[in-house]
């Protein structure tokens, strides 16, 4: 069984301020990817980024950053000097070789709001 | 067309009616994947369309719940004998190949069963 855990539902901050969202897996599979959505007021998923098992590299894009760390079955996204844009709710979620085709096990959610 | 598009945006039902909810994936993706997102809550696999195999059905929660996919494009999800528990947001998603391609989602129906 896989799961995902987010364990911030809400989280407040002033706009510049660095934020963190965490994002704990479960999986017995040996290959699998994570990725993280953004759904805003608007309420489409965005999608953000995708991580294969295998790359543990962090990765930076613009003021987004995420840190995998197998060790910890973490992956978690930070966003650098946030902006009342970011204001969304944010889903981390895995797909494993066990999935039918992409299916994503999904996290709960963390709703992100960024006042002025 | 540029995007996974569904209609209605919103529906409003009396309990005990049928609906229809419709996905027109992106261009050329083979595989769709129905979601339920109940009002504060993450997402829920529904239903899966790979091609021309059969769907992966496993996660209708009852038998009221039905999927097709017509011509390998066009998705329709029946909800027969609304309960207000159907009450959520329905999303649609599309993918390009098999091997773990993002998933790129419509902006979903509003279903509320009154």
């Known amino acids: 069984a896989q799961k995902v855990t987010q364990a911030q539902t809400e989280i407040s901050v002033v706009e510049k301020e660095d934020v963190t969202l965490d994002c704990v897996y479960e999986t017995r599979d040996t290959t699998y990817y994570l990725f993280w959505y953004k759904q805003p007021p608007s309420g489409e998923l965005v999608f953000l980024i995708r991580r294969n098992s295998f790359d543990e590299q962090n990765e930076i894009s613009g003021r987004y950053s995420w840190n995998f760390q197998k060790s910890t079955s973490s992956f978690n996204f930070t966003i650098t000097a946030s902006q009342v844009v970011d204001s969304a709710v944010y889903f981390c979620?895995?797909?494993?070789?066990?999935?039918?085709?992409?299916?994503?096990?999904f996290g709960g959610g963390t709703r992100l709001m960024v006042k002025p | 067309g540029a995007g996974v598009s569904q209609s209605p945006s919103n529906k409003v039902t009396e309990k005990g009616k049928d609906v229809e909810l419709r996905c027109d994936p992106i261009?050329?993706?083979?595989?769709l994947y129905w979601y339920r997102q109940s009002l504060g809550q993450g997402l829920e696999f529904l239903i899966y369309?790979?091609?021309?195999?059969?769907?992966?059905k496993s996660g209708l929660p009852s038998d009221r719940f039905s999927a097709e996919r017509t011509g390998g494009s066009v998705s329709t999800l029946t909800i027969q004998r609304t309960q207000q528990e159907d009450s959520a947001v329905y999303l649609c998603a599309s993918s390009a190949f098999w091997g773990n391609s993002p998933l790129h989602f419509g902006n979903g129906t509003r279903l509320t069963v009154t």
């Open positions: 369309f790979q091609g021309n195999s059969a769907p992966d």
């Open positions: 979620a895995l797909s494993g070789v066990s999935n039918a085709g992409n299916m994503l096990t």
């Open positions: 261009s050329g993706h083979t595989a």
